[in-house]
């Protein structure tokens, strides 16, 4: 049963040739279906006061998201000029974007914020990784856009990179995960590497393991670690007194 939902998930039995993961757009479907439960209270439901620079952040963010959606089916109709084209235009002007306006958010966090330094810190950290993450993974996507395998891959990393900030704010929402904060935070980001470990698993199954998923779980679990150290650090505290200005 856990065989047959891993295929599911993943697209192993489909009957499509070509097709990496014939059910991509559903999944990512249902990462902005939990994008905005994570948000619907923090932003959604206090979205006529919330700052412009979160208004863009959001629009930005779902917006790479749309992209994700469409492409696959893009893919899987043929549509290959579009499919290049579109993906062109998301990685030129999209991505820049949302790095920008990603680091003056940040910047905001340090210089505004009224939560305790541990915890500014922490999500700090993970938002600097992120910064490079994110650009990091979509670039390799670009070098591999001709290799299939690896392409898919890298891009199906961004998303599982960007799901945290919702998911721990969604987390409250069970009561078992009620505990703390910072425990929501590292629940959600073992949860990530836990995700990228399945998809490992089902490429072994396969029978060939790409280096994809690897380096994004190992880049994932190790900035994971780290954050709950990062206030130790001089020149973390360096970094984020630069960033602040």
């Known amino acids: 049963m856990a065989t047959s939902a891993l295929s599911w998930f993943t697209g192993g039995d489909s009957k499509r040739p070509g097709v990496l993961y014939p059910h991509a757009q559903w999944w990512f479907l249902l990462c902005i279906v939990l994008t905005w439960v994570g948000f619907a209270q923090s932003y959604f ?57 990603a680091f003056l958010m940040l910047r905001s966090m340090l210089r505004f914020t009224h939560i305790p ?25 670009v070098w591999y856009a001709r290799n299939t395998q690896l392409h898919a891959r890298y891009i199906v990393s961004t998303v599982v990179l960007l799901m945290p900030p919702a998911l721990v704010r969604a987390a409250p929402l069970l009561s078992f995960l009620r505990r703390s904060f910072l425990f929501d935070v590292n629940l959600i980001i073992g949860l990530m590497s836990f995700v990228l470990l399945l998809l490992m698993v089902d490429d072994k199954r ?40």
Request: aromatic share 14%.
């Open 45 to 101: 439901a206090q979205i006529r006061t919330q700052p412009l620079l979160h208004h863009i952040h959001g629009a930005l963010m779902g917006a790479w998201i749309l992209t994700l959606i469409v492409q696959p089916i893009l893919y899987q109709q043929n549509r290959i000029r579009l499919h290049r084209t579109l993906g062109r235009w998301a990685v030129y002007l999209l991505v820049p974007a949302i790095v920008v306006c």
């Open 117 to 141: 330094p541990m915890f500014v810190n922490h999500l700090a950290f993970l938002d600097v990784a992120g910064l490079v993450l994110f650009p990091l993974f979509v670039g390799l996507s």
């Open 206 to 245: 396969k029978g060939k393991l790409y280096a994809a998923y690897p380096v994004a779980f190992t880049a994932n679990t190790i900035v994971g670690i780290c954050a709950n150290f990062a206030q130790n650090w001089g020149w973390w505290h360096a970094l984020t007194a630069w960033i602040k200005g």
